[in-house]
């Protein structure tokens, strides 16, 4: 039976917590002071008007605080998950975005005017080895000066980068000499339209070569582009085979380019454009026998004496232009890859096609057929299909 007790304040002292029969207290490594103590100095109407005060074991304690640690992982280490954490910056994505369509824009201008002057000096002056040689000469000679006077920083490379970029050099040469061929026999307009068909050659190679494999839409792409391709090479009016195997060889020699790029150039820390500057000097050295056995010194004094005698001194203007600007819009384009995806990259390359196609018809005045013009645009949409079945 549960009886109430009405009992004030007053009536209340300090001996009745004293008579109060508590369990054994654990040894504890705070000492605190007595009821003693407390009585001296405090009240007994005082003592009896506070809530008692009751300690918590110190294990308890520590228990509770491992429940509430909170665990980090650190992702950012090696980027092996994502950041949950996104900060957006808007003014960093606008200026990223205008950087790379100046990218963008530089390497179509410059590539538009490399071939308008490479295809005006071919008409003129029909000698497409020694040309590719002064290309890669003269992009030679730009970046050394350019090292020299630290301009351009000087890249760190040792022997086994070279070793590693031999054979990219060798196909980056053996496609620069086909394209040249190629142009030096057939419309500019028409060697781009073949050029298209660059992803073709691509799958193809890494898929019977490499045992890569790949999409379906990627896979599927490739009937457009091969396609478009040959409706425009069978509608050219002045069709050339020399200049049709030119652009098929070429296409061919840059995937091997890329692929060899991608398996020996992994560790290497150069710049796209000290990357492509060593290309161009090791192409040159490669270039250079080929070029003299092909064509020669007498060949090229005749060459070059009638193409004078006929355009004059303007003419020597085109080569040096020809010469310059191969180099910058490769350059351009190599640094624009540091910037951006593969993907974004072939999509860019893609449109870059359309612009020389489109500016080489108009200067050149070419003739074109509506059923050529089909053709190349079907072979340009495959392309730009396969760049986004690759995404």
């Known amino acids: 039976m549960i009886s109430l007790t009405k009992c004030s304040a007053s009536s209340l002292t300090c001996s009745a917590f004293s008579t109060r029969?508590?369990?054994?207290?654990?040894?504890?490594?705070?000492?605190?002071?007595?009821?003693n103590n407390v009585e001296q100095n405090t009240s007994p109407s005082q003592l009896c008007s506070q809530k008692p005060l009751y300690l918590s074991p110190t294990e308890n304690m520590a228990l509770v605080k491992?429940?509430?640690?909170?665990e980090c992982q650190a992702y950012e280490a090696d980027?092996?998950?994502?950041?949950?954490?996104n900060i957006e910056l808007p003014g960093e994505d606008a200026a990223q975005r205008m950087k790379i369509g100046v990218y963008f824009a530089t390497w179509w201008a410059l590539n538009v005017v490399f071939n308008i002057y490479n295809k005006k000096v071919l008409n003129a002056f029909p000698y497409p080895w020694l040309t590719s040689t002064l290309s890669l000469a003269a992009g030679s000679l730009l970046m050394l000066i350019s090292?020299?006077?630290?301009?351009?920083?000087?890249?760190?490379?040792?022997?086994?980068?070279?070793k590693a970029l031999f054979p990219v050099a060798v196909a980056h040469t053996i496609g620069h000499v086909a394209a040249t061929v190629s142009m030096s026999k057939v419309a500019v307009s028409f060697t781009h339209i073949i050029k298209s068909g660059e992803p073709a050659f691509s799958v193809l190679v890494s898929r019977f070569l490499l045992g890569e494999a790949f999409p379906m839409p990627v896979y599927l792409s490739l009937v457009p582009i091969i396609g478009g391709c040959a409706?425009?090479?069978?509608?050219?009016?002045?069709?050339?085979?020399i200049g049709f195997m030119g652009a098929m060889i070429s296409n061919l020699a840059f995937v091997f380019r890329n692929i060899f790029s991608k398996k020996g150039m992994k560790g290497m820390s150069v710049s796209g454009m000290n990357y492509y500057a060593c290309l161009?000097?090791?192409?040159?050295?490669?270039?250079?026998?080929?070029?003299i056995a092909v064509e020669g010194p007498k060949v090229w004094a005749a060459g070059w004496q009638s193409a004078v005698s006929q355009i004059g001194p303007n003419f020597v203007w085109w080569v040096a232009a020809q010469s310059v600007f191969y180099h910058l819009y490769n350059q351009v384009s190599y640094m624009s890859l540091d910037q951006i995806s593969p993907?974004?990259?072939s999509i860019g390359n893609t449109m870059?096609?359309?612009?020389?196609?489109?500016s080489s018809i108009l200067i050149f005045h070419t003739p074109v057929q509506p059923i050529n013009a089909l053709g190349a645009a079907i072979a340009i949409l495959g392309t730009f299909l396969y760049s986004q079945g690759k995404q």
Do not use: G, H, Y
Not at 280 to 291: E, Y
């Open 21 to 35: 029969k508590l369990p054994p207290a654990r040894p504890q490594l705070l000492t605190f002071p007595t009821i």
């Open 231 to 241: 409706l425009a090479a069978v509608t050219e009016l002045n069709f050339n085979m």
């Open 79 to 85: 980027r092996s998950r994502p950041m949950e954490i």
């Open 343 to 345: 993907l974004t990259f």
């Open 280 to 291: 161009s000097m090791m192409s040159l050295l490669i270039l250079t026998p080929f070029a």
């Open 352 to 358: 870059k096609r359309i612009t020389v196609i489109v």
């Open 147 to 162: 090292w020299a006077t630290r301009v351009a920083e000087a890249p760190t490379v040792n022997l086994d980068f070279w």
């Open 66 to 70: 491992r429940k509430r640690v909170t």
